[in-house]
């Protein structure tokens, strides 16, 4: 199975550079990484640049222009020249634990996506992490010690178990449960739906939008809680209010039942 990592990113090359050494870590190595650029200033690139040559499977930047926040539009663009039969999707300020992809890989399965989790690490704890020449995820002792230093938010999630199996498909039409920096799904399951909705611009949304065309398109989630932790550094939210233009075109989709969108990976009049 080739898989394809894509690395979502904007005018943060301090994060990146800490998800990318995470990234070389991994255990296997055997994937092809894009970096989904959306706008991002030459220091940015200047950084990508420096790594290129430890991703012996392919690495690729792409960039577009910034217009505001355009994650749908990014991620479409990266998801144009992925290689892979399968699709692993990451925010460029998340550290991937070592067994990340080898688990992703393990809990592929047709007919499935599979959302992954995260640890939040505090403000504090972000500063210190981004400060250090390197940094490693953390064993999962010290994040027990962590938690207790109120550090990150919780610890349970560092424990590798990827051999849950049923309790893995508990709530497959649960759309809620997919968290942006961290999921992945077959290409040609990405590709019917007409990946990401581009008509989602600004903060919010336009993953939960997927969610719900995938399982409207029949293709139901799968847990990877106990395998696939990433560990998420700080940066304010932005309001995600259940309000807005973005919201009613989500509650429209959940309304209608509708898997495809006409402004996606492939334009459409339809």
Same mark, same amino acid.
């Not at 809620?176 to 990946?195: E, H, P, T, Y």
């Given at each position: 199975?080739?898989?394809?990592?894509?690395?979502?990113?904007?005018?943060?090359?301090?994060?990146?550079?800490?998800?990318?050494?995470?990234?070389?870590?991994?255990?296997?190595?055997?994937?092809?990484?894009?970096?989904?650029?959306?706008?991002?200033?030459?220091?940015?690139?200047?950084?990508?640049?420096?790594?290129?040559?430890?991703?012996?499977?392919?690495?690729?930047?792409?960039?577009?222009?910034?217009?505001?926040?355009?994650?749908?539009?990014?991620?479409?663009?990266?998801?144009?020249?992925?290689?892979?039969?399968?699709?692993?999707?990451?925010?460029?300020?998340?550290?991937?634990?070592?067994?990340?992809?080898?688990?992703?890989?393990?809990?592929?399965?047709?007919?499935?996506?599979?959302?992954?989790?995260?640890?939040?690490?505090?403000?504090?704890?972000?500063?210190?992490?981004?400060?250090?020449?390197?940094?490693?995820? @953390? /064993?999962?002792?010290? !994040?027990?010690?962590?938690?207790?230093? %109120? =550090?990150?938010?919780? $610890?349970?999630?560092? *424990?590798?178990?990827?051999?849950?199996?049923?309790?893995?498909?508990?709530?497959?039409?649960?759309?809620?449960?997919?968290?942006?920096?961290?999921?992945?799904?077959?290409?040609?399951?990405?590709?019917?739906?007409?990946?990401?909705?581009?008509?989602?611009?600004?903060?919010?949304?336009?993953?939960?939008?997927?969610?719900?065309?995938?399982?409207?398109?029949?293709?139901?989630?799968?847990?990877?809680?106990?395998?696939?932790?990433?560990?998420?550094?700080?940066?304010?939210?932005?309001?995600?209010?259940?309000?807005? @233009? /973005?919201?009613?075109? !989500?509650?429209?989709?959940?309304?209608? %039942? =509708?898997?495809?969108? $006409?402004?996606?990976? *492939?334009?459409?009049?339809?």
């Amino acid at each position: 199975m080739k898989l394809s990592l894509i690395l979502s990113t904007y005018n943060r090359p301090d994060a990146v550079e800490k998800s990318l050494q995470s990234l070389m870590k991994q255990n296997d190595k055997d994937f092809e990484l894009l970096v989904a650029d959306d706008g991002s200033t030459a220091e940015t690139r200047e950084l990508l640049n420096s790594y290129r040559s430890f991703f012996k499977f392919g690495f690729k930047h792409i960039w577009q222009e910034d217009l505001g926040f355009r994650l749908s539009a990014s991620r479409n663009n990266a998801l144009r020249q992925a290689r892979g039969d399968y699709i692993v999707f990451l925010d460029g300020d998340c550290l991937a634990n070592p067994e990340f992809i080898a688990n992703h890989r393990k809990l592929a399965e047709p007919g499935f996506f599979v959302t992954g989790n995260r640890i939040l690490a505090s403000p504090s704890f972000t500063k210190q992490i981004l400060a250090a020449n390197d940094f490693s995820f @953390p /064993s999962l002792g010290t !994040l027990f010690r962590l938690k207790r230093n %109120k =550090e990150i938010n919780k $610890a349970i999630s560092g *424990i590798n178990f990827p051999r849950l199996d049923f309790l893995r498909k508990l709530y497959p039409q649960k759309w809620q449960r997919l968290r942006g920096c961290n999921f992945a799904a077959w290409r040609k399951d990405i590709f019917a739906v007409n990946g990401f909705d581009e008509d989602f611009v600004g903060w919010g949304f336009e993953d939960s939008d997927f969610t719900v065309r995938m399982i409207n398109n029949k293709i139901y989630r799968k847990s990877g809680n106990f395998a696939t932790a990433v560990l998420h550094l700080y940066h304010p939210e932005g309001n995600k209010a259940k309000e807005g @233009p /973005s919201w009613e075109k !989500l509650s429209y989709r959940l309304k209608h %039942k =509708e898997s495809f969108c $006409a402004n996606g990976l *492939i334009k459409s009049d339809c």
